[in-house]
Each structure stands twice: as structure tokens, then as C-alpha cells.
């Protein structure tokens, strides 16, 4: 089988390797497509603080099984669609003790401390796996893992019904909490990002109002758009200083902020002001099965994601596809990895 390597920052290396059998309580999938998210370009940059090389990418993926080995209980039959967690967790740290894998204290995460679904043929625990239904297409089944990033930031948000919402970053990420946060009741979202590209993308998708934060403050976009109701929960998925800077000063007393962006440096925030607001500054990370569950729902009824794929390459071009990415900056939104068969 081919797969593809990550030797060090800006090198990927195909090469053929020995097709092995599903091992005990193991599902072998034929992988039909991989997503490229924004945590695989800062390894392909070599600015990942926790990924070592080298390391097999891929944790957004669609397939299909293809075998299954002993001891693998319900699980989908082979030809069936499936997708899977990319989590490895130690099973007896506090977190993992009280249900919250998701932050194991030992996590590993496919793709970046583990080889990930580079390649055609990938084993993997049968308890990850995640069925789709068979009308997916392989778009859908990869977008399942991040839609899952945003159902689970949503969780955290608590009830979204009826509230006013911001959420700061058009990149996927955001897009995907904004169409969740609209699917789930929420009155009024709000988009801001700086490229007007993805703020164009948002609206195609049928987000409520944007606003391009170098043109209008968000405070000055806040006050116009929802007056004197204002708003008590914000997504910041910029992972920028400026951005987690305007959430704060904008938002109303008693207000929650959810961090989901990945800051590149530990950001300067106003305490003072989060202190004297009340204002509830959470974190979100990664999701729970029952978060892939919902994403393979909302995918099928509410969440639109065609929008959102900007350019398919071939297996073999991986690296003109981190190329594309790089010249084209914000104008990219999901670039997907194609593989043959």
C-alpha cells in the first residue's frame, strides 16, 4: 500500500508499505479522502509544539471497511462507510476516570503524537469507528470530525436558544459552530473574521450577519446589529489577541466567552475587566463520541459544507496541496486529500 510520511517540516515522502492484517479487536479501512485541518499545516511548518517526526498525517478522513479482525465486536459490516476518533486515551487518569477523555492527561492524537490515516489501508481500533450512513459522500464523511469540534464547542455553550451569538473567526472551524449555534435555536450569530473570502463563505451558508473587523470594531457591529439586546456568548475560533481582546470588551456583563482557536503565543487579555464583568472565560477541546454522533446528524439535515471545500488534490500531491494553502492564506477554506480506488 502507498502512504505518505512526514520526514520533517515541508517534506513528505510516498513509499510503498507491507499491507498487514487488522490485529486483535482492529478494523482495517480502505481510506477514500483526508481533510486538511489548521493544526496539520502548523506540523507541516514544523511549529506544532507536541508532534514529533516522523509522523503519517490524516485525522479527518472517510472510508470504508475492508476487513475485520478477531475480536472486533459491533462493529459496521465490511463495504460499509465509517470514519473514526483519532483520540488515544490512557483510560486511568482523573479526566479519563470521570468520563472526559477528551482531555486525558496522556492523550495522544492521531496524526500528530500517533500515525495517522495517511495511507490506503489504515487499522484501527474497532471502538473508535464511527458508522455513516450510505449516502454519504466521502466530503461528508471527512467533514464529520471537524463539525464534531463544533458541536462540542456548542455543548459547552450550554442552551443556545433564543441568544444572541458571535462568533469571531470565518475560518471552518467557525463556520461550522455558526451554522450549529443557527441550528440550535440561537435568536440572532454574527460571523467576524478579517477576509471578506470566508465571510462571503459564511454568508453562503446562511449565517445571519457578518462583519469584516477591520472595517467596523465589533463593538460598533454588536451595538448596530443587536441594539440594546446585545449578546452573552461568543466563540472566539481566531485564535488571535485582537480578536479574544474585542470578544472582551463588547460582550455583556456576565457573558461567556469559549476559547476553540489555537493561539500560536499565550495571548494578553484584560483580567481586569473579566473580573469586574463576571465574564466566564471557558475552553473547548476536541469532542466525545456522542459530539460525532450529532455531527453525522446535523450533516445530514442542517449543516451545508459544500461551500466550504475549496480544492481536492490527488494522494500524491499532498504537498502541492500545502503549497496551495500557503500562497493562498485566507481565501482557503477545507482543502481535501484524495486517495485512488
Same mark, same amino acid.
Given at each position: 500500500?502507498?502512504q ?5 517540516p ?8 507491507p499491507e498487514t492484517?487488522?490485529?486483535?479487536g482492529?478494523?482495517?479501512i ?8 489548521g493544526?496539520?499545516i502548523?506540523v507541516w ?6 508532534t ?5 498525517q490524516?485525522h479527518?478522513?472517510?472510508g470504508i471497511?475492508e476487513a475485520i479482525g478477531?475480536?472486533?465486536e459491533?462493529v459496521p459490516?465490511?463495504?460499509?462507510k465509517v470514519t ?5 486515551v490512557?483510560?486511568?487518569?482523573n ?5 472526559r477523555?477528551?482531555i ?7 496524526g ?9 489501508l ?10 455513516l450512513?450510505?449516502?454519504?459522500t466521502p466530503?461528508?464523511g471527512?467533514f &464529520?470530525?471537524?463539525?464534531a =469540534?463544533a458541536? *462540542?464547542?456548542?455543548s459547552? %455553550? $450550554?442552551?443556545?436558544?433564543g ?7 470565518a475560518?471552518?472551524?467557525g463556520n461550522?459552530?455558526?451554522?450549529i449555534a ?5 435568536r440572532?450569530?454574527?460571523v467576524?473574521?478579517?477576509?471578506d473570502?470566508r ?9 445571519d450577519?457578518v462583519?469584516?473587523?477591520r472595517v467596523r470594531?465589533?463593538k460598533?457591529?454588536t451595538?448596530?446589529?443587536f441594539g440594546?439586546?446585545?449578546f452573552d ?12 481582546g ?8 456576565g ?5 476553540v482557536?489555537?493561539?500560536?503565543k499565550?495571548p494578553? &487579555?484584560?483580567m481586569a475587566v =473579566?473580573?469586574? *464583568?463576571?465574564?466566564v472565560? %471557558? $475552553?473547548s477541546?476536541m469532542y ?5 454522533e450529532?455531527?453525522v446528524e446535523y ?5 451545508s459544507?459544500t461551500?466550504l471545500?475549496s ?6 500531491a ?8 500557503d500562497a493562498?492564506g485566507?481565501d482557503i477554506?477545507k ?5 485512488p480506488?
Amino acid at each position: 500500500m502507498k502512504q505518505a510520511v512526514m520526514t520533517g517540516p515541508g517534506h513528505i515522502e510516498f513509499s510503498d508499505a507491507p499491507e498487514t492484517p487488522p490485529g486483535q479487536g482492529e478494523v482495517r479501512i480502505r481510506v477514500r479522502q483526508i481533510g486538511i485541518c489548521g493544526s496539520d499545516i502548523h506540523v507541516w511548518h514544523g511549529s506544532h509544539p507536541f508532534t514529533p517526526y516522523p509522523v503519517i498525517q490524516g485525522h479527518e478522513f472517510s472510508g470504508i471497511v475492508e476487513a475485520i479482525g478477531p475480536g472486533a465486536e459491533n462493529v459496521p459490516t465490511i463495504g460499509s462507510k465509517v470514519t473514526a476518533l483519532p483520540q488515544i486515551v490512557c483510560g486511568h487518569c482523573n479526566p479519563c476516570k470521570k468520563g472526559r477523555f477528551n482531555i486525558c492527561e496522556n492523550l495522544k492524537v492521531r496524526g500528530f503524537q500517533a500515525d495517522g490515516c495517511g495511507r490506503e489501508l489504515y487499522n484501527i481500533p474497532a471502538e473508535r469507528l464511527v458508522a455513516l450512513p450510505a449516502s454519504f459522500t466521502p466530503d461528508q464523511g471527512a467533514f &464529520v470530525e471537524p463539525v464534531a =469540534v463544533a458541536v *462540542h464547542a456548542c455543548s459547552r %455553550a $450550554g442552551n443556545l436558544r433564543g441568544r444572541n451569538v458571535v462568533v469571531l473567526g470565518a475560518g471552518t472551524i467557525g463556520n461550522l459552530i455558526a451554522q450549529i449555534a443557527k441550528a440550535q435555536g440561537a435568536r440572532s450569530v454574527l460571523v467576524t473574521d478579517i477576509g471578506d473570502h470566508r465571510l462571503e463563505i459564511a454568508e453562503q451558508c446562511g449565517v445571519d450577519h457578518v462583519v469584516n473587523t477591520r472595517v467596523r470594531s465589533l463593538k460598533q457591529a454588536t451595538r448596530k446589529i443587536f441594539g440594546e439586546d446585545g449578546f452573552d456568548m461568543a466563540f472566539e475560533a481566531a485564535g488571535a489577541e485582537a480578536s479574544l481582546g474585542s470578544a472582551v470588551e463588547a460582550i455583556e456583563k456576565g457573558g461567556t466567552i469559549l476559547i476553540v482557536g489555537v493561539y500560536g503565543k499565550p495571548p494578553v &487579555v484584560d483580567m481586569a475587566v =473579566v473580573g469586574e *464583568h463576571e465574564i466566564v472565560l %471557558a $475552553g473547548s477541546m476536541m469532542y466525545w463520541r456522542a459530539d460525532w454522533e450529532r455531527a453525522v446528524e446535523y450533516l445530514e439535515t442542517s449543516i451545508s459544507i459544500t461551500p466550504l471545500v475549496s480544492r481536492h488534490f490527488a494522494f500524491d500531491a499532498w504537498t502541492e496541496a500545502y503549497r496551495y494553502i500557503d500562497a493562498n492564506g485566507t481565501d482557503i477554506m477545507k482543502v481535501m486529500v484524495d486517495l485512488p480506488g
